[in-house]
């Protein structure tokens, strides 16, 4: 497997566009598509927060019902959440919109969007986007690019990965874009992510794989413990790769699965690292777990803490806060059995040992922590599990982004 | 009952003194100490953070074990918290400080302490703080305030509260004091809170009507979502009121909770209206819930959510937000019946109805939410249920404040 350039069009077959439609922004492009010719075989995840957005619900019904899907139509600037059974009919509307250009099923065109809650989308806007992307598809690198950015709301940077890898002598690619960096804390699923493949897969197979990849990449970040109305995963498979369809749970899954973890991990740490307000991607680390839960549970308690998150924004080794969160997780341990280590491109220093402070140097622990992407271990030394989270450091930029966002 | 000055010297026979021992602050008193002659029934309830500080475990084994108790000597600056072996001693030496000055048992005496977690306390000054305590105790308002000003750290405003009322034709006297501004999302208990009476009750009905009461106050604010290592809350009676021994479920009973629900409530409000860089109290109440259960987990979540928070301290009114956090509660509920209002002195808005926005004015909204005291009201037209919990604004002042804590 190689790491090569560009997203959602990386993978043969798929296209995609943008274009301002001026739902909320004024000078930038807010809308973006992929489309596949092909069919594609569809999988998906989505939040589990009890208030779901229309699209969630448009989407899920879609994939569930195993239907072939060509693309989908974003939006940003409005989240379409809380809009009752107007903001389900601008789901239909926008789908019908594409699928009247492309000559394809009203119900072979997904939707999504992210935004305030509560407002209703702009249809004449929505219909006029769709009307002018569709023309517009290309399949370069920097189409997928500007769709990256179009759906970005308060990120600072576009989040694309591809990776290129053989199954059965065929070369097959898998690109992805997601969008996330606020109402972050994924529950199944993150905010937005889009991941394209020309693998041919069985339908089933490519959800098993979606569901198993998204427990360890986006169910393992969080930004600000809020689990967002419309958290959406999809991948949409078009087999033009022209492999042998993965039908069992063989070689070449584990190779498209091992594939689909890469992305997905970039991507969630991407997000991560690109929270609201972010200057550094937080990364906790916890080893020597009794399991595989208690590893998760006791990693992302450590990386939602406020007060944790403030310290690292200070470049401050409080790692009382640490263990304090370790300690209110619900997992049960010894607190005086517990290693932590702060560790970062400037070096890596035990902090804690047995639960007691080492004699560690200030300075040193300051430098680790004053790097761009810094990692907390937390080893409970009671089993052999682990598990990963990301997270980020909580700023006055935090703040700002959020007092007043709807402004 | 009435509401009367003071706090924790205000019951019979309950002292109170305060010192600058230079634990940490090099400017200020930093020990308090409460002593009554006459030894107390007590009741406390303690963190449930696997992580406990070394104070939590004398105090929890002192309660359990129905020692009789006469005072509390507590410091800000050094939590006692991840110190081993060693911080327990500290706890013994501490006690046997006081105890040898007042003639008493060493068990009769329970520590507390507040702030950085990890490092040792100086036992040297803490016995000279004790030493330099003893002589001055006193009975008068006064000497309550200084306490309670003493135990803050990041708090702004020192918290106290007293009430009088009579049981069986004898006047009982009920006042606290306690600390809290960060790492507060108690669970059990909260910060330091310490409550003094001159009731005649059995230790297992006041151990009772403690637990009770702290469900409703302690347990429903939220300033971080850090559950502390240290969360104490114990309440000392003394029986110097005369009144008929409180020994059974009765009208006195019902009496006594109702005062100490009533002291403990406003601590828990001024607690969380003084959260760490708060700007405003944020109460959010729900009704209508299915179960009294489902209430509280409600309001919790808005309670505690960071981007409600956020929009709280820009007078925005980003109802979505609200519904996002109640619908990732865990709780099941139907957005559509949601209505949504905000309240406070400038009046109160019906935001949301039905789970769709109505077509309230903003200027309204925002005049509303710019007051000190903010309430959000969630009616979730389901049953009769309800509960209140309390938190705060989230502003650049706590990311300040925790960012170089120990610095």
Known sequence: MKTIEGGVTAAKGFKAACTAAGIKYSDRNDMAMIYSEKPCVTAGTFTKNVVKAAPVIWDRNIVRSGKDVH??????????????????DMCRQTSLALAKQAGIDEEGVLVASTGVIGKQLPMDKLEKGVSDMYPKLSDTIEAGHMAAKAIMTTDTIPKEAAVSFEIGGKNVTLGAMCKGSGMIHPNMCTMLAFITTDVSIDKELLQDALLSVVEDTYNMISVDGDTSTNDTCVVLANGLAGNPKIDSYNEDYKIFKEALL????????????????????????????????????????????????????????????????????????????????????????????????TSYSEEEATAILSEKHVTAICDMNMGTSEAIAWGCDLTHEYVDINADYRS
Chains 1, 2 share one sequence.
């Open 262 to 357: 890469t992305v997905n991990k970039k991507l969630a740490m991407t997000m991560a690292g690109d929270g609201e307000g972010a200057t550094a991607l937080f990364e906790v680390k916890v080893t020597g777990a009794d399991s595989k839960e208690d590893a998760k549970i006791l990693a992302k308690s450590v990386v939602s803490s406020s007060l944790t998150k403030a310290a690292i924004y200070g470049h401050d080794a409080n790692w009382g806060r640490i263990l304090c969160a370790l300690g209110y997780s619900g997992v049960e341990f010894d607190p005086y059995q517990v290693d932590l280590y702060f560790e970062s491109k400037a070096g890596k220093l035990l902090i804690a040992k047995g639960g007691l402070a």
């Open 71 to 88: 693309g989908v139509v974003i939006n940003a600037g409005i989240a379409n959440a809380c809009t009752g059974k107007e903001g389900m």
